[in-house]
């Protein structure tokens, strides 16, 4: 699953997403325990320091919260849960603070390999950036060549990414000039040519792109301005900058809290990939062009998890592993994710793939990391029809007697270039040479 779609069409406020699943009474001694600092007035160092002290305070109450609402109880995820809270302080403040501007909007990067949340994708660039529906918007560049683009606004909502989706457009259906070079409007009056409209509750554009060649598939490269008189960019003053911490440690709350409830809609059946609109009952929540199903996996040590699906005709098609705070492990030096290009199937079609804490000899292995449960998440777009993926839970050490005596393998030194293709393929994504 994917961050802003994850919840966002829900139209439930953060007390009702959590009504159905046992958590309503924490949340509720969570939101009256918390008293936000006050951030306007403070000038004196002494007044800044114990504003500051009770933020850290807070922080450290998310981290309770974390543990409390985590299943996950061995140190690698605790110390990985903490991780996950730091880190997000980074994303944090990219919205509240560096880029909150809808007058001067610049697009960002949301997650990275160390910067993730909401089911991130490692073959993923998902970039953002603050907008006003009352304002007129252009955006243009080249396109780039990742395999599957979309680009969608998001209204106000309760979830850490906002509301409901609003318009979207697609690469396939983008208008481009035989170079890639792209223009697209965004306002509330009709355009002609790429046009998406605006409506008085968004605040933000959304930008997804998907590789499937890592190594060949090039990134968008692309600006955002606002049109009309020039509007001066507000000054980075001492009550701005203690606001926006103050509202990142929100939403850091918000954050843990809303992430948990969702993996605990598939807690109930661990190992079994549910379909995220079934689950959820919403029709409309998911991935633009997709539907998404998920899982929580559960592999103990010594044990492998099968998964085994005929990926159908689409536009593009992964599979995402995660972790216990559904994010990506460290995917510039472990395996996972697999996606219709990197995905080796079976001379019949079939997708063979394994969960297993040591390598099992076949192409395509999730690598848990040291953890024993987690999500995994599974995207075709737009595809022709909708394939479910079978599981099965075994002893690693009888791994093979599941598994057709012609299954594919991999020596090790082809896991070795598996994973130099893919470092090859982030430094060109993230433009890092």
């Not at 919260?65 to 061995?74: D, E, K, L, P, V």
């Not at 980074?90 to 560096?98: D, F, N, P, Y």
């Not at 950036?129 to 252009?138: L, T």
């Not at 979309?150 to 208008?175: H, I, Y």
Request: charged share 25%; proline share 6%.
């Amino acid at each position: 699953m994917d961050m802003e779609t994850a919840g966002l069409n829900t139209g439930l406020s953060r007390r009702g997403m959590l009504a159905g699943s046992g958590t309503l009474s924490l949340l509720s001694a969570i939101e009256l325990a918390i008293t936000p600092a006050h951030a306007a007035d403070v000038k004196s160092d002494a007044a800044m320091l114990k504003v500051f002290e009770a933020m850290m305070a807070r922080i450290s109450r998310v981290a309770e919260t974390a543990f409390a609402r985590s299943t996950a109880q061995y140190p690698n995820a605790r110390a990985a849960g903490l991780l996950h809270i730091l880190n997000n302080i980074s994303l944090g403040l990219s919205m509240t603070l560096h880029n909150d501007d809808p007058m001067n909007p610049d697009l960002f990067h949301y997650f990275d390999p160390s910067r993730k949340q909401g089911g991130d994708n490692s073959d993923a660039l998902y970039l953002g950036a603050p907008i006003d529906g009352r304002q007129e918007y252009r955006v243009r560049g080249n396109r780039g060549s990742a395999k599957h683009i979309s680009f969608t606004t998001v209204n106000r909502g309760p979830t850490p990414w906002g509301g409901g989706m609003g318009a979207a457009l697609f690469g396939r259906d983008m208008k481009a000039d035989p170079d890639g070079n792209f223009e697209l409007m965004l306002s509330a009056r009709e355009h002609s040519g790429n046009w998406l409209k605006l409506g008085p509750d968004v605040f933000r554009l959304t930008i997804r792109q998907f590789f499937a060649d890592w190594e060949n598939e090039r990134p968008m490269v692309a600006r955002i301005e606002r049109l009309g008189p020039p509007a001066p960019p507000p000054d980075m003053s001492a009550d701005r900058i203690m606001a926006a911490l103050d509202e990142t440690i929100g939403w850091l709350e918000n954050t843990v809290v809303f992430w948990q409830n969702m993996i605990d809609l598939f807690r109930k059946t661990p190992n079994q990939f549910i379909d995220w609109r079934k689950i959820t009952g919403d029709k409309m929540n998911a991935t633009p062009g997709g539907d998404p199903a998920c899982c929580f996996w559960k592999v103990p040590k010594g044990k492998a998890l099968i998964l085994r699906t005929k990926p159908p005709q689409c536009e593009f098609w992964n599979i995402e592993f995660t972790n216990p705070w559904w994010e990506t492990n460290d995917y510039r030096y472990r395996h996972t994710g697999i996606n219709d290009h990197t995905g080796v199937l079976e001379e019949n079609g079939e997708l063979i793939a394994v969960v297993a804490h040591d390598d099992p000899g076949l192409p395509n292995w999730f690598d848990p990391s040291g953890h024993t449960e987690g999500m995994i998440g599974r995207r075709w777009m737009f595809a022709d029809t909708t394939t479910s993926i079978e599981t099965m839970l075994v002893d690693q050490s009888t791994l093979r007697k599941y598994l057709p005596k012609s299954v594919k393998t991999i020596t090790a030194e082809g896991r070795r270039a598996q994973l130099e293709r893919k470092r090859n393929g982030l430094y060109r994504r993230f433009h890092w040479f």
